[in-house]
């Protein structure tokens, strides 16, 4: 669990050019669901490249609650020993997903069709997200929630003694809601359908069909319909996670904005519904060269070479939210750094992560000297090509928000802090090694 210790404050400094190699852990949503689907199947699943990181070790944890036997071999080489759909055991003891709205809302719909009981909560930033988005279709198979208003956690998820099949179009762009409504659809007899306006990430669909499940996936004038079929029986994998792009986004963006930096980034996901920032990248004129395009753990991956680079600012359609949505509070600080407005639009959904994402960047923005603009489903950062920086900005318990401001102030005039930096270790916990490896002048405190 994050944010029950102490706050960690730490510093950046304008740093020196940035160069080496940047070996970045697993990717966090496939670490995820590569735990939950394990503990699905029957028999073993043997995963390497896992994320330990705290989200995906609080996943971890609730599957062992769950039924599941889980051991870790070495690091990132885990075993999991499944239950098979419809196995999970009645958990004995309270649920916290500390700091993760994936690991709660997946493993809300792991248990929602199955006929047992179980109290989730997490830590106050997890506390105030809604899970309504989550409950909602979970209540058409059949299960019943009980939380704090609002649909907040804590909360109780009676699962479904005898589930029924759902159709359900998804009403914001989430591929949590998706994987949610999917993972339920396992232990409900017939086809369950998913209707999605707008596409998100498809590591759930990827990964249920590699575990034999039936899964069907259309184009229609209404969006994707992915069909799947009820109680499979889920054959154990060999799971190689692939490094997370969403982690790489920091020392990408780091050695785009700290002069004469030259990086190498090897395997960093191509997956269309995960690239939306290095698109971005590119159009603002980032010298980033993709090489040894390949694939691994079934992603398609390339090395990626990222020179410090001159950018311009530039406006992000709406339809590209959903394949960078954690990656816009790393992009505004970019955008600060380039020559020109980047104008961000329909963003809302960051109102709604680890923390209200569009007022902590703003704020922390301006405490730097950079001026912005907002409204509820926009940001606008007004780009000068340099950032004064000097102040210390609030992380309201959000590891992106953290690292972003630590990026900052590796290229802002005056160093930059953050309050608490502690929930880093949430999603990349080597991050302020990795980053001083490179050449980042970052200390604690
Ligand atoms: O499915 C996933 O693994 C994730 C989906 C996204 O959330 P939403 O589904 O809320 O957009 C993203 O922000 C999160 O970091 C990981
Ligand atoms: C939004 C994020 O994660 P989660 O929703 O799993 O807490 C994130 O990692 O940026």
């Not at 980032?286 to 753990?297: L, P, Q, Y």
């Not at 992380?395 to 990026?407: E, K, Q, Y």
């Amino acid at each position: 669990m994050s944010g029950h210790g102490a706050a960690q404050p730490m510093t950046a400094r304008r740093s020196g050019p940035l160069r080496g190699r940047a070996e970045i852990p697993g990717d966090k949503s496939i670490s995820h669901r590569a735990l939950i689907l394990g503990a699905m199947a029957v028999g073993e699943t043997r995963i390497t490249g896992l994320l330990e990181g705290q989200d995906v070790l609080d996943t971890a944890k609730a599957m062992r609650a769950f039924g599941a036997e889980l051991i870790q071999h070495g690091p990132g080489d885990w075993s999991v020993h499944g239950v098979g759909v419809g196995g999970f055991a009645e958990p004995a003891e309270v649920i916290d997903c500390g700091n993760s709205g994936t690991g709660v809302r997946l493993i809300m719909g792991s248990m929602a069709t199955s006929p047992i009981t179980a109290t989730f909560t997490g830590d106050a930033s997890l506390r105030k997200r809604p899970m309504g988005r989550v409950t909602d279709p979970l209540a058409l198979f059949g299960a019943r929630a009980y939380g704090r208003k609002g649909g907040r956690l804590p909360m109780t998820l009676v699962g479904a003694a005898e589930p029924v099949p759902v159709h359900y179009t998804v009403p914001v762009p989430s591929a949590q809601v998706k994987s949610a409504v999917l993972l339920a659809g396992l232990n409900a007899p017939g086809q369950t359908v998913v209707v999605e306006r707008e596409a998100t990430r498809d590591h759930s669909e990827r990964m249920l069909r590699g575990f034999g499940a039936e899964l069907t996936v259309e184009a229609a004038p209404e969006g994707q319909i992915i069909t799947l079929t009820g109680q499979p029986e889920l054959r154990p994998q060999t799971v190689a996670v692939p490094r997370d792009p969403s982690s790489a986004a920091f020392p990408v963006c780091a050695a785009l904005i700290v002069e004469g930096s030259e990086i190498l980034v090897p395997g960093v996901s191509r997956n269309p519904t995960r690239d939306g920032l290095y698109v971005t990248l590119l159009e603002m004129g980032a010298d980033i060269a993709f090489e040894n395009e390949r694939e691994e753990g079934g992603e398609p991956v390339a090395d990626l070479r990222v020179r410090a680079s001159e950018l311009k600012g530039v406006e992000v359609p709406p339809e590209r939210a959903p394949s960078m949505i954690d990656e816009y509070p790393i992009l505004s600080v970019v955008a600060a750094f380039a020559d020109g407005t980047t104008i961000m639009r329909g963003v809302k959904e960051l109102r709604v992560k680890e923390s209200d994402r569009i007022d902590a960047m703003a704020r922390g923005l301006e405490a730097c000297g950079v001026r912005i603009e907002e409204d509820e489903d926009t940001l606008v950062v007004h780009g000068r090509g340099s950032v004064p920086g000097g102040a210390t900005c609030a992380t309201h318990l959000d590891h992106r928000i953290a690292m972003s401001f630590l990026v900052l102030g590796m290229a802002a005039e005056a160093p930059v802090a953050v309050d608490d930096g502690s929930p880093i270790e949430t999603s990349f916990p080597i991050f302020m090694g990795l980053m001083r490896t490179l050449g980042a002048d970052l200390s604690d405190g």
